[in-house]
């Protein structure tokens, strides 16, 4: 029985990961806890466990549902866990603001509420009690609403925060989002934006859109922040093409993030490897490829060593792993290279000189190939474009600064969100040209 079990569980999670709508165990996931107020990366399996407050929450009911299913966590006489929840955690908020298609302006205000911390009759030991008696958390939510004094008296408005605000508190929600690069890029700047050097979201979308990353294209990236370049020229490749990540020296740079993708096998294959000292060279020795071979070696070891001491997520022991990304390329690939050129370039290198990258990596390109820069500050990309300049090495050259503005849509209160990402970097762009020597 156990190992028709285990065939069953194994393909169970191969159609799940062909179909892709749905999760299967050893695969990421990025969870929204309470609508954008915790971001975590997990790693689904039965053992992953997820911290909400002060309990440990299983991971095991997440696997073989779809993305975008939304869990709620309830206590239980087993212990904590996560229920499936059908309903929104935003359902009703616009039924008593909209009417026939008008909204509804109400005539109460809640200048006469007095906050004594009076109106509340309901103590902690009696929330305490209703737990241990097995009450959900949408039950303490409303007891909490009945035994209120002033709820009643609150505005439609007022009343929706006071519930969400308990809601947030005893009845916590977790959206289990897919990890694309849009989700990834927006995690990570809200988590750890110096690890992809401030890369905002709308910045990634017009680095790819100005590189003209599309199906079966080269594209050569010089990657500093974290791979997630590397991820996302490769999820838009869809499995066409390659991306070759490119570095300086021996040691390859970190690509971590590239493990989140749930890249498939095929499309870890386009993900490719090399120092730019063997692009830039003739020809290569046997040695020197056994060098960087085992090189590339010893990186993909420390970073699963990484993953599996930084992550508190994810377990030591675990059924599926993540499929293998950024092998060295193989030297045809890169005679192919050498000979045809990329069809474009993307640097995204904060902690390089930009132009000393430029100078040795835009030959590489083909004719009339775009490329596109990213660096946190101006100097460094104005000094490039001078350069590039006189060296009549490009045109079409432009530097670009993102500029991008959150709204709040909600009826007779729509605005600009009140805490905004205020600076998005710079973007330096042109096209490749033919030189005349």
């Known amino acids: 029985?156990?190992?028709?079990?285990?065939?069953?569980?194994?393909?169970?999670?191969?159609?799940?990961?062909?179909?892709?709508?749905?999760?299967?165990?050893g695969c990421s996931v990025l969870l929204d806890?309470?609508?954008?107020?915790?971001?975590?990366?997990?790693?689904?399996?039965?053992?992953?466990?997820?911290?909400?407050?002060?309990?440990?929450?299983?991971?095991?009911?997440?696997?073989?549902?779809?993305?975008?299913?939304?869990?709620?966590?309830?206590?239980g006489p087993q212990g904590p866990f996560l229920f499936h929840s059908l309903t929104s955690s935003l359902q009703g908020n616009n039924t008593e603001e909209i009417k026939d298609g008008q909204v509804n302006v109400e005539s109460r205000d809640n200048r006469a509420l007095m906050d004594n911390n009076t109106a509340q009759s309901l103590t902690g030991d009696d929330i305490e009690a209703m737990r241990r008696q097995g009450a959900r958390g949408n039950e303490i939510i409303e007891a909490l609403i009945a035994d209120s004094a002033t709820f009643e008296r609150k505005t439609s408005f007022s009343q929706e925060k006071y519930r969400l605000k308990k809601q947030k508190k005893y009845a916590p929600k977790v959206l289990m989002r897919r990890p694309v690069a849009r989700s990834i890029c927006e995690a990570y700047f809200k988590k750890y934006p110096t690890k992809i050097g401030f890369l905002r979201v709308d910045?990634?979308?017009?680095?790819?859109?100005?590189?003209?990353?599309?199906?079966?294209?080269?594209?050569?990236?010089?990657?500093?922040?974290?791979?997630?370049?590397t991820g996302a020229?490769?999820?838009r490749l869809g499995g066409?093409?390659?991306?070759?990540?490119?570095?300086?020296?021996?040691?390859?740079?970190?690509?971590?993030?590239?493990?989140?993708?749930?890249?498939?096998?095929?499309?870890?294959?386009?993900?490719?490897?090399?120092?730019?000292?063997?692009?830039?060279?003739?020809?290569?020795?046997p040695e020197q490829i056994l060098q960087d071979a085992n090189v590339c070696n010893v990186e993909s070891q420390s970073n699963d060593q990484m993953e599996n001491t930084d992550n508190t997520n994810i377990p030591a022991k675990r059924?599926?792993?993540?499929?293998?990304?950024?092998?060295?390329?193989?030297q045809e690939i890169i005679d192919s290279w050498k000979e045809n050129g990329f069809s474009s370039l993307i640097i995204a290198a904060p902690e390089m000189d930009t132009w000393t990258l430029v100078k040795d990596l835009l030959p590489l390109l083909s004719n009339s190939a775009p490329f596109a820069i990213y660096h946190q500050y101006l100097q460094p990309l104005a000094t490039c474009m001078h350069n590039l300049q006189l060296e009549k090495m490009a045109i079409g050259?432009?530097?670009?600064?993102?500029?991008?503005?959150?709204?709040?849509?909600?009826?007779?209160?729509?605005?600009?969100?009140?805490?905004?990402?205020?600076?998005?970097?710079?973007?330096?762009?042109?096209?490749?040209?033919?030189?005349?020597?």
């Open 1 to 25: 029985m156990s190992s028709s079990t285990t065939s069953e569980n194994n393909a169970t999670s191969s159609n799940n990961m062909m179909n892709g709508r749905k999760t299967w165990e």
């Open 233 to 235: 020229v490769a999820e």
């Open 397 to 437: 050259l432009q530097i670009s600064e993102p500029w991008l503005r959150e709204y709040q849509v909600l009826p007779s209160r729509t605005h600009p969100c009140m805490q905004m990402s205020a600076f998005g970097g710079y973007i330096l762009t042109g096209t490749k040209i033919c030189s005349s020597s």
């Open 240 to 285: 066409t093409g390659f991306v070759c990540n490119s570095y300086l020296g021996k040691s390859p740079y970190s690509m971590d993030i590239v493990r989140i993708f749930n890249f498939s096998d095929e499309i870890c294959k386009r993900i490719l490897r090399s120092p730019i000292s063997n692009l830039l060279s003739q020809k290569e020795s």
């Open 319 to 330: 059924v599926c792993k993540a499929a293998k990304a950024g092998e060295k390329a193989p």
């Open 33 to 75: 806890i309470n609508d954008g107020d915790r971001l975590v990366f997990a790693r689904l399996s039965n053992d992953a466990k997820l911290k909400i407050g002060n309990k440990n929450y299983s991971l095991q009911p997440l696997i073989g549902c779809a993305f975008g299913s939304v869990f709620q966590a309830e206590s």
């Open 203 to 229: 910045t990634l979308s017009l680095l790819l859109s100005m590189a003209n990353v599309s199906s079966n294209s080269d594209v050569l990236v010089v990657d500093m922040v974290g791979g997630l370049i």
